[in-house]
């Protein structure tokens, strides 16, 4: 699991943005140009899955720089409802308590600022489920 990877996705995971291939019906996140499946190269994009388990994970200790003051964090991949897998940040849950086929929902939450009145950047997190 690569925490650039998750960074680098910030745009799309903004509004939670991935694709559906129109031949097979499978789902992906980041979104691509061919079907992982099927090979077919119409896809669409789609609104994901706000709801999902943890299917691997990992808590961050030591992160970049910019991201020190949110350590320790969990980063997970969550199996979304739709079939697609996304690399996010898990928030309202402590290191300990995270668990693999934990359910999980999106949150929207900010993700970083830069500086002291510099941007901030909002996007979906992922949360447990209070059932
Ligand atoms: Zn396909």
């Known amino acids: 699991m690569s925490v650039p990877r998750y960074w680098r996705e910030i745009k799309y995971r903004y509004r939670l943005l991935g694709c559906m291939c129109k031949e097979c019906g499978s789902v992906f996140f980041p979104r691509r140009h061919i079907c992982l499946k099927c090979g077919s190269r119409d896809l669409e994009e789609v609104k994901l899955s ?3 388990r943890v299917v ?3 808590v961050v200790r ?3 720089k910019e991201y020190e003051k949110y350590a320790p964090y969990i980063v997970a991949l969550i199996e979304l409802g739709d079939g697609a897998r996304i690399l996010s940040q898990v928030v309202d849950c402590e290191p300990e308590e ?10 929207f939450r ?3 600022e830069d ?4 941007i901030i950047e909002y996007g979906y997190k992922f949360r447990p ?3």
């Open 50 to 52: 706000e709801r999902g």
């Open 56 to 58: 691997s994970y990992t």
């Open 62 to 64: 030591n992160p970049p």
């Open 98 to 107: 995270v668990h693999l086929g934990m359910e999980v929902e999106a949150t």
């Open 110 to 112: 900010r993700v970083r």
């Open 115 to 118: 500086g002291p009145s510099g």
């Open 129 to 131: 489920v209070i059932s």
